[in-house]
């Protein structure tokens, strides 16, 4: 039996998943689905760390995105995101079902020893793995090899037809408040057809800290105390992402009927890995020398909840696969890092190895940076992430965070973005002795 999942952060970006390339077909009919299953995300690209893979899981680029054992929309386009290659990549590799199972000490070791862009051949159509189809930002776009079915418009119409093949959708709404108008929109007409589904569907929707932004503090004489799901009624936006919050507020309600309409929201921290997602306009200034030192607006002592792309994509499998109690999830690592801890870490790795704090105001003056984008480097928030520390099994890319793992997430960075190079010698003849000489 094979179980459809739809995944998109927009009308135009969604994608199914089923076992088998005979289930596709039976799928696309709307025969033959099972209960959910898995999940695609994000928006960007992430690696093989989440959930038991069959084969190498190639790279992908969800925002967050993953691959399971059933037809599903990743949360996007699937030319877009994050690292739209290393998110879906790594979610069409997943078996579905796979993050029931406890990872060994041996599994963690394997996966460690294995590149974090696995080769693009590796990813075939695996039995009992999540096939992605969705849409193309661009039209013109060649179809990416993770994606089984790919289209290049929609109506709505056809998109909530395409939905209701579907067990698990999945929405991402972190790039701007356009998707979480489609978001509210896509929730609520799968929930008129509650009445008509034969078996239980699953709603995702992958959002922000940002709308948690403006929360006082649970310890007015301790700022150090984290927030975590728990505290989810508490929540208060920033004044940007009040559409996102009414989203989430939306999605939360419409979940009341668990047995055929489970409805989930995930507040993910700022994303990094993959091609960078905010943090690529920091790589880009010291990559080219731009600067003299990497700008951090403000004193830099705010703290932002972050997590990577492959471990947000690890979240929305486990999520599919276990369908948890608690609808309201936290998505962050370990880190707690603040804004110039994370800029001088850049620096250092990347550029001239020296900052400068500059005034808020001045962000204006970076032309490569959006309003969005600075709203996540200026927030001020403590966030854990206790119920997927304790009850899922994530295969964790960078658990501790941004700075304890720059290594692997630079080596991402060059190698999506195609900054490796290759060094290669040849020989000419000196004009002047005649000899042979050797040109770097």
């Known amino acids: ?7 998109g952060q927009s009308r135009h970006r969604w994608a199914r998943v089923a076992p088998t390339p005979a289930g596709l077909s039976r799928i696309a009919r709307g025969e033959g689905a099972q209960p959910a299953a898995t999940l695609d995300q994000a928006a960007s690209a992430p690696r093989p760390p989440l959930g038991r893979r069959s084969g190498e899981a190639p790279a992908g680029g969800l925002a967050l995105a993953a691959s399971f054992c059933h037809r599903f929309s990743p949360p996007g386009h699937v030319d877009t995101g994050v690292c739209p290659e290393r998110d879906r ?17 041996e599994e963690e070791e394997e996966d460690e020893s294995k590149s974090a862009v696995p080769e693009a051949s590796a990813a075939k159509l695996k039995e009992g793995t999540f096939q992605i189809v969705g849409t193309l930002a661009n039209p013109k776009s060649t179809r990416p090899d993770f994606a089984v079915e790919t289209y290049s418009t929609t109506s709505r119409e056809d998109l909530l037809r395409r939905l209701l093949e579907c067990d698990v959708i999945v929405y991402n709404i972190t790039e701007s408040a356009q998707q979480a108008e489609e978001a509210i929109w896509a929730v609520s007409a799968l929930n008129e057809e509650v009445s008509h589904f034969e078996k239980r569907k699953v709603f995702i929707l992958l959002s922000t800290v940002m709308t948690w932004a403006r929360s006082k ?15 989810y009624r508490r929540r208060r936006p920033h004044p940007n992402f009040l559409d996102h919050i009414n989203a989430e507020k939306l999605v939360l309600k419409f979940g009341k009927n668990v047995k055929k309409f489970a409805t989930y929201v995930v507040a993910a921290g700022l994303q990094y890995g993959g091609e960078g997602g905010i943090l690529h306009t920091f790589f880009k200034m010291a990559w080219l020398g731009e600067v003299p030192a990497l700008p951090v607006f403000g004193d830099g002592t705010n ?18 696969d276990h369908v948890p109690k608690p609808h309201y999830l936290v998505a962050v690592d370990e880190s707690g890092h603040t804004l110039e ?19 808020k105001e ?24 206790l119920f997927v520390k304790e009850n899922f099994n994530i295969r964790w890319a960078a658990q501790a965070g941004f700075v304890e793992n720059v290594s692997s997430v630079l080596r991402e960075y060059k190698e999506t973005r195609g900054l490796l190079v290759t060094m290669t010698r040849s020989y000419d003849t000196c004009s002047v002795c005649k000899r042979s000489q050797l040109l770097v």
């Not at 703290?303 to 599919?320: F, K, R, S, T, Y």
Request: proline residues 7%; contains cysteine.
């Open 89 to 105: 990549h790594f979610l069409s590799n997943c078996v579905v079902g796979a993050s029931l199972e406890e990872i060994t000490e």
């Open 303 to 320: 703290v932002i909840p972050a997590i990577h792309v492959l471990d947000l994509a690890g979240v929305i499998q486990n999520i599919i």
């Open 362 to 385: 001045n962000a204006s003056l970076i032309k490569d940076l959006t309003q969005h984008g600075l709203d996540h480097l200026l927030v001020n928030l403590r966030m854990e992430a």
């Open 1 to 7: 039996m094979d179980t459809p999942i739809w995944g």
């Open 341 to 359: 801890d994370i800029i001088k870490c850049i620096s250092k790795t990347t550029g001239p190895g020296k900052i400068q704090k500059l005034p």
């Open 217 to 231: 503090p649970l310890d007015p004489e301790d700022s150090e105390v984290p927030f975590t799901e728990e505290d």
